[in-house]
């Protein structure tokens, strides 16, 4: 074994660590933010909970540990924890000049029988070079060899380490001195089971919407633990956080298929830079990539959006629609559509904290995504002014 030697900057990676909670994971702040520095290319998040335990039957006492999928409070906590995520790494390699670094955040419950083979898979597919861990945090679950074979940095929860060091094939020691740290926060999930009576406007709040609600009157307490169909759609260009965001909690509350709309490319010809919106083939391929890393086990289909509708116009296995605070309106043609065709109402999730407007976010990242810095249009707007200054540079030197 060669001796530990400074971490450099490499292409991709992968950072594992335990969250005892769907609380926003505060002390992971610097952790995410040291992994993402190192990262150049690719970084993959991978948080390992009790409350997102696979719930078949119910029946095991694991199972009982799992929040509620559905709940109003459980469905805006996740929202919350992905969204502190993503930031936390996007802010930095946005700060890196690594607009297009891609992150992905994926949760992982401790009771899955196939994660061990998943992890394999990933760290296969990906050719991760360095894994990090949470120094203290000993993951309740087997982890690959693959994983052990990896270069592995450990982290301290709650600060940086200085000169930080990395081990060949080891992850079971750290070969850096340890400053005191904080201790790694105890395993108490805060379980989330119970459910509240209230009309679906629970997730939104906007006098907008109200005049929906009439359409969709199903209660929280009549709501399944999943839903078997569950529909969504977006542009999905050059695949950021605030589209996994919005792709992950549609999985999150699919149990059977995920139904994701992608935009035509002919409806996008007036956007801002269209001429570096991706190909309708890259971005599903892209988001197909996406969901089958996030979640396993369920169907993905996916189709061209050629109007505001998609499958909810005509399709009645589709039970609950996801959408971000922004397209409301969308959701309320969706409603009244169904309704003139006489086709079962969907229960509707808002997602509410990637809204660049939106303040219901517990930390303190609301300016940073009110800049418009987690949208499709920032990163083609960056594409164009890097490239602008390339040519600018080639014309220089051609001259000289």
């Not at 696979?54 to 999928?69: C, F, K, N, Q």
């Not at 542009?235 to 709309?261: N, Q, Y």
Request: net charge negative.
């Amino acid at each position: 074994m060669s001796f530990p030697t400074p971490v450099d900057t490499v292409s991709t990676s992968l950072l594992l660590a335990t969250v005892p909670s769907v609380q926003t994971p505060h002390f992971l702040s610097a952790v995410i933010q040291t992994a993402t520095s190192l990262t150049k290319d690719k970084l993959v998040i991978v948080l390992f909970s009790r409350c997102f335990n696979l719930v078949r039957d119910g029946s095991t006492y694991p199972e009982s540990l799992a929040i509620s999928h559905t709940a109003t409070s459980s469905w805006k906590d996740v929202q919350r924890l992905l969204t502190f995520v993503y930031v936390q790494a996007t802010k930095i390699a946005q700060e890196k000049g690594r607009v297009l670094m891609d992150i992905d955040v994926l949760l992982k419950g401790l009771n899955d029988n196939d994660l061990e083979n998943d992890l394999d898979e990933l760290v296969r597919d990906l050719n991760v070079e360095v894994v990090f861990r949470v120094s203290g945090d000993s993951i309740a679950t087997p982890l690959p060899a693959s994983i052990g074979a990896k270069r592995t940095a450990y982290l301290h929860a709650g600060g940086n380490i200085p000169d930080l060091a990395i081990a060949e094939g080891s992850y079971s020691s750290v070969l850096t001195p340890l400053a005191p740290q904080t201790p790694f926060p105890p395993q108490t999930p805060s379980l989330s089971r119970s459910t509240t009576s209230s009309n679906i406007r629970h997730d939104v709040t906007d006098a907008s919407f109200a005049s929906i609600s009439s359409l969709l009157t199903q209660t929280q307490s009549q709501k399944p633990k999943m839903y078997p169909v569950v529909a969504l759609g977006g542009t999905f260009d050059h695949l950021h956080a605030g589209h996994k965001i919005l792709l992950s909690m549609g999985a999150w509350i699919a149990s059977e298929k995920l139904i994701v709309g992608v935009t035509s490319s002919s409806l996008l010809s007036k956007k801002p830079n269209a001429d570096l919106v991706e190909p309708l083939e890259v971005r599903m391929e892209n988001v197909r990539k996406f969901l089958g890393r996030f979640k396993k086990g369920i169907e993905y289909y996916l189709t061209e959006l050629t109007d505001v509708y998609g499958p909810t116009g005509y399709d009645p296995n589709i039970q609950a629609l996801v959408v971000s605070r922004e397209t409301i309106s969308g959701a309320k043609e969706i409603a009244a559509h169904r309704a003139s065709h006489n086709l079962p109402p969907l229960d509707l999730y808002v997602i509410d904290v990637i809204s660049s407007t939106n303040h219901n976010l517990d930390h303190e990242d609301v300016g940073w995504l009110k800049d418009m810095k987690l949208s499709s249009t920032f990163i083609r707007s960056w594409i164009a002014e890097r490239d602008a200054k390339a040519k600018e540079v080639q014309g220089v030197d051609s001259k000289n």
